[in-house]
């Protein structure tokens, strides 16, 4: 507790933020998301997390991109000492995690795997937006300052 009774913040002084980037469905914005993602992350003192987040970016944000029609959005998100990263598109069919991993010699299917693996917590909820339903996929770094 501080002095005055209060709940100290996990860092104090860093109020949270967020940022919204809405992008082509094209692969290329898979690359401009990272980029994006690394300038954001350095500029607010996160650049120890940026390696990971990329990681979990690229998943979120390739998937949406290659995998559904219509709009996407990338996100990012601060708050209470936890980085949100999450990708919207504008088809509600939630994502298919598997029970088991990718066979080896298969080149994709591992996106949800390194998302479970290398984020605190992950998940997706149905997300209406501009009228169109969609659905929000998002994964969370805790204590990334």
Not at 79 to 91: E, F, S
Request: aromatic content about 6%.
């Amino acid at each position: 507790m501080s002095e005055d009774g209060s709940k100290p913040e996990p860092f104090p002084g860093v109020e949270p933020w967020e940022y919204t980037l809405q992008i082509p469905r094209e692969l290329c914005a898979v690359t401009v998301c990272r980029h994006t993602l690394r300038a954001i992350l350095s500029v607010h003192g996160l650049g120890g997390v940026v390696d990971v987040a990329e990681l979990l970016a690229t998943e979120l944000v390739s998937n949406a991109v290659r995998h559904t029609k219509g709009p996407v959005s990338f996100r990012l998100l601060w708050a209470d000492g936890v980085l949100r990263i999450g990708a919207w598109d504008a088809d509600p069919t939630p994502p298919a995690p598997t029970s088991r991993p990718a066979p080896l010699d298969q080149e994709d299917g591992r996106g949800l795997d390194l998302i479970r693996c290398c984020s605190d917590t992950w998940g997706w909820h149905p997300l209406p937006k501009e009228g169109d339903s969609g659905k929000y996929v998002w994964c969370e770094l805790g204590a990334a300052a």
